[in-house]
């Protein structure tokens, strides 16, 4: 059982590559982005290539799509073994993975390296920018929660609706939330407009950006359905923006000319980190550095956010308090 459990969380990470994932995910990627290039120098001799690929193919049971190649062996700093890069290509997404190989070539072993003096949730945050990002909640709070957003992702909606208002509410001031951009414009064609929308309006007013979030999430339809050019829909989110920028009183002339020049560098600035942490589909979210894939279910929700609180030693809201309605979860009895 415990190596089926292993060969399972192996295969996931594989399946990754494949770009199978919950949420929306991107179709398709330009050359330089939503992929890691394959490791270069030298590749192993055919005859040890061939075996190293039939071995790794069977074992994660890899479909025929997936092109592996192999890189030469090199010395590594295990005794007996030494090191090997092989690649695995579906042809929109490269990955590289580390291998070791006995000398005497009998065996082969897949190698995760952890770097035991690093915590690794506080690594990933250190990597997430949030410099002039719009927030909700207390500033001050231990907890910060990064949501890598789509706003026409229909799983991003699902998920916004369960953060925003129950687990706002729920949680109170313990959790900060902070959303950034990560529109899948392949398959989104809208999605990047609405991003700079958004943050036009968080230059003015953070309640604005808030609003127009929540509004957009609940109502993507509205905008899907304006038209099927690309102007109608983005003609349709603008209205939705200046209607949320005239609720709450910002400079209007500065609103659209902001929403008119469509400058999405910052946008794209936040796509590419996304990239570095990982992210290939959305939502993604970072609970004080912890991963989460996908609109998950509300109790898995509270669960990490109740362990990131006990972990930064605030106390856990009474669920029950909060949801007096709810019903335990039902079990599976023999």
Not at 83 to 88: D, G, L
Not at 206 to 234: L, M, P, R, T
Not at 242 to 263: I, P, R, Y
Request: glycine share 4%; with cysteine; aromatic share 8%.
């Amino acid at each position: 059982m415990y190596r089926r459990f292993l060969v399972i969380l192996l295969r996931r990470a594989f399946l990754v590559l494949l770009l199978i994932c919950l949420g929306c995910s991107a179709q398709s990627a330009p050359p330089d982005s939503h992929a890691n290039s394959p490791a270069a120098g030298p590749t192993a001799p055919p005859e040890l290539a061939h075996a190293v690929e039939r071995q790794v193919r069977a074992y994660y049971s890899l479909p025929g799509e997936v092109k592996i190649s192999v890189s030469a062996p090199r010395a590594s700093d295990v005794p007996t073994y030494d090191a090997m890069t092989v690649t695995f290509d579906n042809g929109s997404k490269k990955q590289n993975f580390e291998f070791l190989i006995s000398k005497d070539r009998k065996m082969l072993m897949r190698v995760t390296r952890m770097d035991m003096t690093r915590d690794p949730y506080a690594e990933t945050m250190k990597k997430i920018s949030v410099a002039s990002r719009p927030t909700r909640g207390n500033k001050d709070a231990k907890v910060v929660v990064v949501n890598f957003d789509d706003f026409e992702c229909p799983f991003c909606s699902r998920m916004h609706q369960t953060l925003f208002p129950t687990l706002f509410k729920e949680y109170g001031d313990r959790v900060l939330f902070i959303y950034k951009d990560y529109p899948l414009e392949e398959i989104h064609p809208w999605a990047v407009h609405a991003a700079v929308d958004a943050n036009c309006l968080a230059a003015q007013n953070v309640d604005a950006y808030w609003d127009f979030a929540d509004y957009v999430h609940a109502n993507q339809h509205e905008i899907s359905s304006a038209g099927k050019a690309k102007e109608q829909q983005y003609g349709a989110v603008d209205k939705i923006a200046t209607l949320q920028g005239e609720k709450h009183s910002v400079d209007t002339a500065k609103l659209q000319a902001c929403m008119k020049a469509q400058d999405d560098k910052a946008v794209r600035a936040s796509m590419n980190e996304g990239d570095g942490l990982g992210v290939n589909a959305t939502p993604t979210l970072f609970v004080n550095g912890q991963k989460l894939d996908g609109a998950v279910p509300i109790e898995e929700m509270r669960a990490t956010l109740d362990h990131a609180l006990e972990e930064a030693g605030v106390p856990v809201p009474d669920h029950k308090a909060a949801n007096p309605e709810s019903k335990p979860a039902e079990k599976a009895t023999k």
